[in-house]
C-alpha cells in the first residue's frame, strides 16, 4: 500500500529539528558513558562527581530516550507509523529520567550555574512536541 499524502515543509522541518536534536542526544550519552573530555570539560569536581555517582538505570533511561528519539526521528522522516511509538518511549524514558534529575538529586544545587531547569525543560517540551505533531501526521495519513 502505498501513501499518496505528501509531507508539507512543516513535516521535513520537525523531522530534521528531530533527527539532530536526538542525534545531538547520542553524542551526549556516548560521551558521558565512555567518559570522553567533552563530556566533563566545563564542570567542577562536584559536578563530576555527581554525575558518576547516579544510579546505572538513571543512565539506561538516558541511552533509551536517545536512541529510541532517534530511532522515531529516522522513522518520522522515512513516514513510518513507527516514529509515534518510538516517540513515546523516547518521552516516557526521558520524562522519568529528567523527574529523576529534578526531584530525587540535589542535581539544582550542584549545577545551579547551568540553569539547572532549562534543559529538562526542553527536553520534555520538544518530547511533546514530538510526539504530538507525529500523531497529527499519523491520523493525516501522512505516516503509513
Avoid: C
Avoid at 515543509?9 to 553524542?27: E, H, K, S, T, Y
Amino acid at each position: 500500500m502505498t501513501n499518496t499524502n505528501k509531507p508539507g515543509v512543516l513535516f521535513w522541518i520537525i523531522g530534521i529539528v528531530a533527527l539532530l536534536w536526538n542525534a545531538m542526544g547520542v553524542l551526549n550519552y556516548l560521551a558521558q558513558a565512555y567518559d570522553m573530555e567533552m563530556a566533563t570539560e566545563k564542570l567542577s569536581a562536584e559536578q563530576i562527581a555527581f554525575m558518576d555517582a547516579l544510579p546505572a538505570w538513571n543512565t539506561a533511561l538516558f541511552a533509551i530516550a536517545v536512541f529510541a528519539g532517534l530511532a522515531a526521528a529516522l522513522a518520522f522522516l522515512m513516514r513510518k507509523k513507527l516514529a509515534v511509538m518510538l516517540f513515546i518511549v523516547s518521552f516516557v524514558a526521558a520524562a522519568i529520567s529528567q523527574v529523576y534529575w529534578l526531584f530525587g538529586t540535589d542535581a539544582p544545587e550542584v549545577f545551579s550555574d547551568h540553569q539547572p531547569y532549562l534543559m529538562p525543560a526542553i527536553i520534555v517540551i520538544l518530547g511533546l512536541v514530538f510526539i504530538w505533531y507525529s500523531k497529527k501526521q499519523k491520523d493525516a495519513g501522512v505516516l503509513n
